[in-house]
Every structure is written in C-alpha cells, then in structure tokens.
C-alpha cells in the first residue's frame, strides 16, 4: 500500500503493474499522469445498444439487474464495442432499497415507481439494513465481471441519499421534488433519521462491490442540484458525507456526481470525494477553481451534442480535453447520461477521438 499526499490509501503496491489499478482511469482518478485521457459513459449499458435491447425484450429491467450472467454480459457490452476505459456495473440505483424491502418497480419510460411511498417514521423503519446476502446477485456479478474485464476497471455505483430520498418520497421521479423537501424542510428529525438509513444501506452497498472487487465507486446524487448550497450543506452533505467516509479505508478512488450541481461543486468534493462529476452548464476549468486542486474531474460533454453532426461533435470533444488541463485528474465523460436516441457509433468514435488528441498532446509535453 502507498498513501498519497491527501492521505488517500491507494492499492497500486498490492497490484499487480498493468492491472486495473494501473489502468489511465484510476491514474486519473489519483491525480496521476497516464498514456492517455481516459473516457467512459454514464448509461453506457443500456437502450442506444441494439445487443441491450435485444437482451431486455423479454426481462423485465429489475429481473435483468438481479440475474449475474446477464448483469455481466449486460456491462461487457459498451466495453467490447466502444473501447471504453471502464465498465460500469449494469444495476440500478433502486436495487438496494428494493433489497432493503421496499416494495418498488422500474417502469419502462418512467423510471422507479415505488408503491407505497416513504412519509412517516414507521415507513422509515420498513427499510431494513442489508447485507451481503440480500444482494448476492450482485456480489457473483462483480466477481465474474473483474476476471473477465481483466486490465479494464470495475466501477460501482450507488445513488446517494438524497436522490433515493426523492424517489422514496414522491414515489417516482419528480421534476420539482416537492414531497421531498416538504418533509426536509417540516419535520427534520424526520428527514434525518430517512438519510441516516439510507447512508446505511448505500454504504453497506457499496461495501459489497468493493469487497467483491470493484476499481472504483461512484455515488450518484444526480438531483442534488434541486437544493441551495446551504440547504445541501445542512440536510444531504452530512449523509452523503457518512456514506463517501466510510469507503476512506477501502482504497478505491470515489466519484461523486449530480447534476445542476454548480453552486454546490464545493461541497460535493468536501464529502469525501477523490474525482468529482461536473454537468456540461459549468466549463471543468471554472469547475476546478471550486472544488480544488487535490481533486479530478469527471466530465463533461452535453449528451445531446452526441445527437449533432460529427463536426459539432468533435469541437466539443477538443473544448472539454483544453479545459480539462486545467484540473489536475481528468476522466472524460458526458455530463449526464447517454440518451437513448444516441447512434452508438458516435460513442465509438468520442473514444477514439479521446485517446487520440490526449495521447497526441503526451508525445508532445
Ligand atoms: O451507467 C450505466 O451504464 C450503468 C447502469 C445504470 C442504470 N441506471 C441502468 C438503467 C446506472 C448507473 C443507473 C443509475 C440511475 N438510475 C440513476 C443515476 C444516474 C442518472 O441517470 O442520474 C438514476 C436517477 C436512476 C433511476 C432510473 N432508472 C431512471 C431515471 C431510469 C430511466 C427510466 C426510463 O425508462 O426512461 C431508470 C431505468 C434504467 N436504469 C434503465 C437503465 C439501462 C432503462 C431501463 C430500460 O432499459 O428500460
């Protein structure tokens, strides 16, 4: 084991030179040069892959995240087909509370559907602390994933408190989260003692991919934008906070993302992230003067530029590369997730168009 300056644990000594941990994306996420920009997709496994598709026709989305050789084949996709510097695990951020005994469901076109939502201390109590055996499906897959990826890392996920807070109250996607700061802002002990939970089982989560051999996590707090800086300071940092700390001894670098996120870019590393996500509304050179200098960055291309001429494409790519020097770790990315409509082949070719101009500038420096 070696620490670093932040007194980050890292793995690099127990790895084997070339595995994951040597990998360009973890040597991003440390702040470490490397061969190139590393690149990968948020929802890079999913519906703008025809082999997706065709595998989800008859498995329904909770089932399919439940089943390991399909949570397996599912992630490998992207990874075959674009050249994407890292996986990222095929699951859903819902699936720990439904392990959890959340009675819930992922509607097609809708998103997570809870049936009946989270308002009161005893609905509180209905969701039980987790254990290994609760998502053994989950377990298997990371296990059988980190053997075939081979050099490619693992990246585990979660969804941080107060995006599953949001679900769990409003019992389905919302656009203003009205429920959910409605009991945030009347009944704060309340609101607390739903976090606290919820740190819990997402820490116990996350512990689960780690120990079965995830590179990397990332806690996705995708509607934390929704809040004011201090309202985030006061009702989600300290969740968020518990949940990112506790992974300190683990020694994986952790990512937090959301998006709208601007105002609270700051506080979202002060949680206890190593790389933080950033949207395509904030330029990764402005991104880095909030959050710092002993953090990477993980962004940030707009997801609908993928849906304009190659052209357009390409300038975008070569803007967010210039900007991204000005932090010191930089994984490529889009600032939300891949949509749908996307041709796949525009994935494919931001990949190769990464790799080159970064490792084109390396030969140069
Ligand atoms: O990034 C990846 O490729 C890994 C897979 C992944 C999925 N969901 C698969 C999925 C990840 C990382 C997630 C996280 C997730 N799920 C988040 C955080 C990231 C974000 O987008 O902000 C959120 C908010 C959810 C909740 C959720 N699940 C939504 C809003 C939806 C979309 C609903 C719809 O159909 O439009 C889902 C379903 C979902 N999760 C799909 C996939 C591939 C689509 C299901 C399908 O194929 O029908």
Same mark, same amino acid.
């Given at each position: 084991m070696t620490t670093d300056t932040t007194g980050t644990v890292a793995r690099d000594g127990e790895s084997r030179p070339g595995g994951p941990a040597d990998s360009p994306f973890i040597r991003a996420c440390r702040r470490r040069p490397g061969p190139h920009t590393p690149v990968w997709f948020m $929802?890079? #496994?999913? $519906?703008?892959?025809p082999e997706y598709r065709e595998i989800r026709a008859t498995v329904p989305m909770l089932e399919s995240c439940r089943r390991p050789e399909l949570v397996t084949e599912i992630t490998l996709q992207p990874v075959r087909r674009h050249g994407v510097d890292a996986a990222i695990l095929f699951?859903?951020?819902?699936v720990p509370v439904a392990a959890a005994g959340v009675d819930l469901d992922i509607v097609p076109g809708t998103g997570p559907v809870v049936a009946e939502p989270i308002r009161t201390a005893a609905d509180v109590e209905r969701i039980r602390p987790i254990t290994r055996d609760d998502v053994w499906y989950v377990d298997e897959a990371v296990r059988q994933l980190v053997v075939e990826l081979g050099d490619t890392p693992l990246i585990g996920f979660a969804g941080a408190p107060f995006t599953l807070a949001s679900y769990l109250v409003e019992g389905g996607p919302s656009r203003t989260h009205a429920k959910t700061k409605a009991l945030m802002f009347g009944d704060e002990e309340l609101w607390h003692a739903l976090c606290g939970r919820l740190a819990e089982v997402t820490l116990a989560f996350l512990r689960v991919q780690i120990d079965a051999g995830v590179s990397a996590v990332q806690l996705f707090?995708?509607? #934390?934008? #929704?809040?004011s800086e201090a309202d985030y300071r006061r009702f989600v940092l300290p969740h968020s906070t518990a949940v990112l700390s506790g992974l300190v001894d683990a020694g994986v670098p952790r990512i937090h993302f959301g998006v709208g996120t601007a105002e609270l870019l700051g506080a979202m590393g002060e949680a206890g992230a190593d790389v933080v996500g950033v949207d395509w509304r904030t330029p990764l050179d402005v991104a880095t003067g909030r959050i710092g200098p002993d953090k990477a960055v993980q962004g940030n291309l707009? /997801?609908?530029?993928?849906? #304009? /001429?190659w052209p357009v494409v390409e300038a975008e790519v070569r803007r967010i590369l210039e900007q991204g020097r000005a932090a010191p770790g930089h994984v490529f990315n889009l600032g939300h997730g891949v949509l749908p409509e996307t041709d796949p082949d525009v994935l494919t070719r931001v990949v190769a168009l990464v790799h080159e101009l970064s490792s084109r500038r390396a030969d140069q420096g």
């Open positions: $929802r890079q #496994a999913g $519906r703008s892959l699951s859903d951020i819902v707090d995708s509607w #934390a934008g #929704a809040l707009d /997801p609908c530029v993928l849906l #304009a /001429p």
